[in-house]
């Protein structure tokens, strides 16, 4: 069985462009979830989504970030435009639906955005 | 605002020994505590669950304790290998709410 996987795995841009991480789950997790590593800071929660709805997105750092999950399969995160402190490994993790309480969630390998 | 302790940063040991890796939280009443191991280019991957009714959890070389008056976590691996060498992190979770996430231990298992 195919575990989370992110695509790119590296992605080098300059400040003021556009990038579009994407996040496929594992098949038939409806649960949903984006994190963040920025250099010398611990993991944090960006957004949930169970199936394509947005459960909480409160860990989003500003409006230039746009999560989408059209037909609640992959997920796709935009950050537009891209600034230097978005720097860091973005993380996605996904679990089965009812199982948000006291399970683990399954992460991909991240993908490490450098800004220029 | 909530903030999770790892001990240390970084933390060898000799091959054989007991790795024991401490994480202390504040401001914060987890019902869940878990661990993960973490290596380079990789993404977290679960290792345990403790609840917070529960003093121990073991698996297999692995040993989990939480005390909740103490807001400690330690966790133990014996018999330790070099494959041991990774990151490992502390989470905590209330409720339906997000994993929060302590910076990690590194681990270095020396043969």
């Known amino acids: 069985e195919a575990g989370v996987t992110q695509f790119p795995s590296h992605s080098v841009i300059e400040k003021g462009q556009t990038v579009t991480l994407r996040c496929d789950p594992i098949?038939?997790?409806?649960?949903l979830y984006w994190y963040r590593r920025v250099m010398g800071k611990e993991i944090k929660f960006l957004l949930h989504?169970?199936?394509?709805?947005?459960?909480?997105e409160s860990g989003m750092p500003n409006n230039r970030f746009l999560a989408e999950r059209t037909g609640g399969t992959y997920s796709t995160l935009k950050v537009q435009p891209a600034e230097l402190e978005d720097s860091g490994v973005y993380f996605c993790?996904?679990?089965?639906?009812?199982?948000?309480?006291?399970?683990?969630?399954?992460f991909g390998q991240g993908t490490r955005l450098t800004v220029v | 605002s909530q903030k999770i302790e790892q001990n240390s940063e970084a933390l060898n040991i000799q091959e054989g020994k007991t790795a024991t890796l401490t994480c202390n939280y504040t401001?914060?009443?987890?019902?869940?505590l878990q661990w993960y191991r973490q290596d380079p280019g990789r993404g977290p991957v679960f290792l345990l669950l403790?609840?917070?009714?529960?003093k121990e959890k073991r698996k297999e070389r692995l040993k989990v304790t939480f005390d909740t008056t103490l807001k400690q976590s330690l966790f133990h691996i014996t018999a330790s290998q070099p494959a041991d060498s990774a990151t490992y992190l502390c989470?905590?979770?209330?409720?339906?709410?997000?994993?929060?996430f302590g910076k990690g231990t590194r681990l270095s298992v020396i043969a």
């Open positions: 993790a996904s679990s089965p639906l009812g199982s948000e309480l006291n399970t683990e969630a399954f």
């Open positions: 098949s038939g997790h409806d649960n």
């Open positions: 989504f169970v199936k394509e709805s947005k459960q909480d």
């Open positions: 401001n914060y009443s987890p019902a869940y």
């Open positions: 403790i609840r917070e009714n529960e």
């Open positions: 989470v905590l979770q209330r409720g339906n709410t997000p994993l929060v």
